[in-house]
């Protein structure tokens, strides 16, 4: 089972933008999906965008479609998962997590067999 790191949180204010960054215990050697979800206290957990590690084919919830990006990056010593976000929101805050699964065009947390420990992100002027 792959290791997912997430990094990059922090205070932002609103409007912002803030680039998050998931790194993989290894390089993934079969055809994985890579995801970002959210969760605030209470809530379950939403999903935010995801991408075929070995087509670059990404898609997106509606409600970040615009703001946010996902992309992978194959070049470093262990994959790594991004994600811009934009022009960032109060209701933005909450804890990110990427995870990983070998599912097609997964998009709940069920699919998921890899997460990690999540990073927070606050947005606050």
């Known amino acids: 089972q792959v290791q997912l790191v997430e990094s990059g949180g922090g205070l932002v204010r609103p409007g912002d933008s803030l680039t998050l960054s998931c790194t993989a215990s290894?390089?993934?050697?079969?055809?994985?999906?890579l995801a970002w979800f959210r969760q605030t206290p209470g809530k379950e957990r939403e999903f935010l965008a995801g991408?075929?590690?070995?087509?670059?084919?990404?898609?997106?919830a509606d409600s970040v479609k615009g703001r946010f990006t996902v992309s992978r990056d194959r070049d470093n010593a262990n994959d790594e998962l991004l994600l811009q976000m934009d022009d960032m929101k109060p209701e933005d805050t909450a804890a990110y997590y990427c995870?990983?699964?070998?599912?097609?065009?997964?998009?709940?947390?069920?699919?998921?067999?890899?997460w990690g420990q999540g990073t927070q992100v606050t947005v606050s002027s």
């Open positions: 995870a990983a699964t070998t599912r097609f065009y997964a998009y709940t947390p069920d699919d998921f067999t890899s």
């Open positions: 290894r390089h993934f050697d079969t055809a994985y999906t």
């Open positions: 991408i075929s590690w070995t087509t670059g084919a990404a898609y997106y």
